[in-house]
């Protein structure tokens, strides 16, 4: 059988180092916001090329945390709009949702999966404050466009960065550091991931960080006193020292992912499979590897018969959920189609190459 990820198996590779790491951890005595905090913060920003990255809980809480500062901050208050692909994960809308703000969804690009720049502009009100791009699978939002709209109507610039560690364009620019602020989530199945929930917001902001940085700590400027009304929204300590373990390995472990959507790109040809849009750069890391098709049950039980695994992300639209019942009628045609369309074929630095062989042959069997 060929998993669609094997997490066991990709994080046995540094099991000598995590235990060091976690011995070393359990000797300080020191829990919660000590050195590997403090030390990943400052790596992982000068890895993206910013000022300041904040360690905090999970990707989700990296968004709502940057909308809450800049509601802090005067630029953003309760009821604005946020600009938002329609066919992104729910947690990007969620994080607009629950900083009291209010989504506006736009169609999808059909071949990148991301939001279509040219449909931005229709879609700003009097009430749009800001826009939420999403590198979705891993491929960077192509922003000259999106930051040209973003000037001319004073409009903050936001990435949910959470699929695209890594990812860089022909500027040598990395996802999050192509805005005002950015949201990552190490889940353990992203490119980065930790051992358990994990994430982190980057800027170039410096007042901005401030804030976050005391928001996630019970809105905390010293010990017991407090500033903001806070959360508790802490990078956990020893995730932050598995992070500091893997991150010097992520540019060689996307590099694998490329290759191998590079094989998949030229040697799948089969006419009833999609394949997605690659430009033969670093712009994407393929956090997801995502085909489309019609007949997308047919393929995943052809390809489950063959002992192939594969997911779908995501098979409901945000728009099509029960927790947003107030849209349920509207209609996004394209987002609809990559939804009732898409499939993830397994795709990851552990992957060998005789399984690569293996997916490709069967899928161009399909019939």
Not at 108 to 123: G, H, M, R, S, V
């Amino acid at each position: 059988m060929i998993k669609f990820l094997d997490l066991q198996t990709l994080n046995a590779r540094f099991e000598t180092e995590f235990q060091q790491e976690f011995k070393k951890f359990l000797d300080s005595g020191y829990y919660v916001l000590g050195n590997n905090v403090k030390a990943f913060e400052k790596s992982y920003a000068t890895y993206c090329g910013t000022k300041h990255c904040v360690g905090v809980s999970n990707g989700l809480d990296a968004l709502i945390l940057i909308l809450e500062a800049y509601k802090i901050l005067g630029k953003l208050q309760e009821g604005d709009e946020v600009i938002v692909p329609a066919n992104t994960y729910i947690a990007s809308i969620l994080g607009i949702t629950k900083a009291g703000l209010k989504p506006v969804l736009v169609e999808p690009d059909l071949e990148t999966f991301n939001i279509d720049p040219t449909k931005i502009e229709t879609a700003i009100t009097p009430k749009t404050k800001a826009i939420l791009v999403v590198h979705l699978y891993g491929q960077l939002v192509e922003m000259s466009e999106i930051h040209k709209t973003a000037k001319q109507h004073n409009l903050l610039v936001m990435e949910d960065a959470a699929q695209a560690h890594g990812a860089k364009n022909i500027n040598g620019q990395k996802a999050g550091n192509l805005s005002d602020a950015a949201g990552f989530s190490f889940y353990p199945t992203k490119n980065l991931g930790a051992l358990g929930e994990a994430g982190a917001v980057t800027t170039n902001d410096t007042e901005l960080a401030e804030v976050i940085t005391k928001l996630r700590n019970y809105g905390s400027s010293s010990k017991y006193i407090n500033q903001y009304k806070g959360v508790n929204n802490r990078l956990d300590e020893i995730q932050a020292a598995f992070l500091r373990v893997k991150l010097p390995h992520l540019d060689a472990d996307n590099e694998i992912r490329r290759q191998i959507a590079k094989r998949y790109v030229s040697e799948i040809t089969n006419s009833l499979i999609t394949l997605p849009n690659y430009q033969n750069d670093e712009s994407h890391v393929f956090h997801q590897f995502v085909i489309r098709t019609k007949n997308r049950a047919k393929l995943q039980a052809y390809l489950t018969e063959n002992e192939i695994g594969t997911l779908i992300h995501y098979e409901t639209p945000p728009h099509k959920q029960e927790a947003y019942q107030e849209w349920n009628e509207l209609r996004f045609p394209i987002t609809e189609k990559i939804h009732y369309e898409c499939l993830s074929l397994p795709i990851n630095p552990i992957l060998k190459t005789s399984e690569i062989d293996r997916i490709i042959a069967v899928l161009n069997q399909f019939s």
